[in-house]
């Protein structure tokens, strides 16, 4: 096996300037399941490590994930300059936290967060961490009522579409998961499933913006508007907290009629990934109360700050710093005219697409790319191949696209998702049609794997 490795202290010493050279080393001396006896220079573990992951699909033409690909090199280089900073040691980086409570107060204000409420929230490591943080506060609410049962078990309405970060609260904090089945009709939630669904015992409604499985936004508005008439009736009041983990960070900019944030007095708390449309590379999350009175006292921990006391409440202790940062970065460098443009561009080439695809005979359209730039489409009935084929032939020219089943009720239907992103330009959408219609002809011929496996994962 050729890898790279220096001999000489010599060489040891311009290892961080030049490239190492060549020599060969069996592949037997580095063991891949235990620590290796002696260590090696800086270039050879690079070169080891860096060659290895060459086996990794090429992030950009990854269109299963919702995670930025692609960042300025600006954006790069404060990473780099921030990677050794740990976001809670707010004493000794405390322009970092204040960074991290510009960039809550941006959300907040993006959210419409009334002035005079003091909304409050914090970054975490992503929607999953931001969720559970969310779903805690709800089920503490909820514990604190008033002639509350004590020994009900609480339980979380949600469509059968949640994001598996909703089975985990549920799972991790004994809450029951009323996980409301959806149809070919309504992918997702409504307000008449999710009224139906709710009891005394009931923490809250999530409502997604939007589905991970087909990019449909959740009616928050008309969810709100039914559970306020359940409670004017008497009947329990219901908190909502929506997962905007992708659409809280694309409908503020381009759907900004859409009421789904804090103008809806209902709507307790939101959560969104700064790593998705948040345009931050993977990990960053955020999750938004509308006022303090909304986060439990429970759930917050005082740290040392400046000499002082910092409440925080993220689940993590120590966390990066950097992707807070390159958040605040990006406020800076796009403005909200610049995510405008970005989430319209991304919108465009994803309705573009879906036309082209659903205008081909082998496939139909479960959405459409105009809510969350983001669409399914699954085989028509009679194509003599699968979508899991299609996902298979397409992965030879490098593009990743998941095919997978929908949620139960509806788990006949397979589909393919792909997810425009930043990065993700018309250019390279007219290819990848252009390929998947060459997948689609090579699979025709080739005719149906009896078993199609599927490992992905929403
Ligand atoms: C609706 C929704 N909620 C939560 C999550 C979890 O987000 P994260 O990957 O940032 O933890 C996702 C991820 O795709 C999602 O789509």
């Not at 060659?51 to 269109?63: F, M, Q, S, T, W």
Request: aromatic share 8%.
């Amino acid at each position: 096996m050729a890898l790279h490795i220096h001999e000489s202290g010599e060489d040891a010493q311009r290892s961080l300037h030049v490239r190492p050279r060549p020599i060969n080393i069996d592949a037997d001396s580095i063991p891949k399941l235990r620590m290796p006896a002696r260590g090696m220079l800086p270039g050879a573990a690079y070169e080891i490590v860096h060659d290895e992951l060459l086996l990794d699909g090429v992030a950009r033409l990854n269109l299963a994930t919702f995670v930025t690909t692609w960042m300025d090199q600006e954006a790069e280089l404060l990473m780099a300059e921030c990677a050794a900073k740990n976001m809670i040691d707010k004493d000794e980086y405390p322009q970092t936290a204040e960074l991290e409570r510009r960039c809550v107060n941006i959300l907040a204000s993006l959210w419409h967060a009334a002035e005079g409420e003091n909304a409050t929230g914090c970054s975490t490591t992503g929607s999953s961490e931001a969720c559970m943080l969310g779903g805690l506060a709800l089920l503490r609410r909820w514990r604190a009522r008033p002639g509350h049962e004590k020994t009900a078990t609480p339980n979380l309405v949600m469509g059968a579409n949640v994001q598996v970060c909703w089975e985990k609260f549920c799972r991790y904090w004994d809450v029951e998961a009323r996980l409301v089945p959806v149809s070919a009709e309504h992918t997702h939630l409504t307000a008449e499933t999710a009224l139906a669904h709710c009891d005394e015992n009931t923490i809250g409604v999530v409502a997604v913006l939007g589905s991970t499985f087909d990019g449909a936004y959740e009616p928050v508005a008309q969810i709100a508007a039914a559970l306020d008439a359940l409670a004017e009736g008497g009947g329990p009041d219901v908190p909502i907290h929506v997962d905007g983990a992708s659409g809280g960070m694309v409908a503020p900019f381009i759907d900004p009629d859409l009421e789904w944030d804090f103008r809806i007095k209902r709507v307790q708390s939101i959560n969104t990934s700064g790593h998705k449309y948040g345009l931050v590379y993977p990990g960053v999350g955020w999750v938004v109360w509308r006022e303090r009175g909304a986060l439990p006292d429970e759930l917050v921990f005082s740290v040392d700050y400046l000499g002082g006391h910092m409440p925080t409440f993220s689940l993590n202790f120590s966390r990066p710093g950097a992707q807070v940062v390159a958040q605040y970065y990006m406020f800076l460098r796009l403005g909200f005219e610049g995510y405008r443009d970005t989430q319209q561009t991304s919108r465009d080439t994803a309705i573009w697409l879906a036309e082209q695809i659903g205008a081909l005979d082998c496939f139909e359209l479960v959405s459409r790319g105009d809510e969350l730039p983001v669409f399914a489409f699954s085989c028509a009935v009679g194509t003599p191949f699968t979508v899991y084929d299609v996902s298979d032939a397409i992965r030879s020219r490098g593009w990743l696209v998941p095919a997978y089943k929908m949620p139960a009720a509806i788990d006949d239907i397979s589909v393919l998702r792909i997810v425009v992103r930043n990065g993700f330009t018309r250019d390279l959408a007219e290819l990848f049609l252009d390929d998947l219609q060459r997948a689609v002809r090579t699979v025709a011929r080739r005719g149906s794997d009896p078993e199609p496996v599927t490992s992905f994962h929403h």
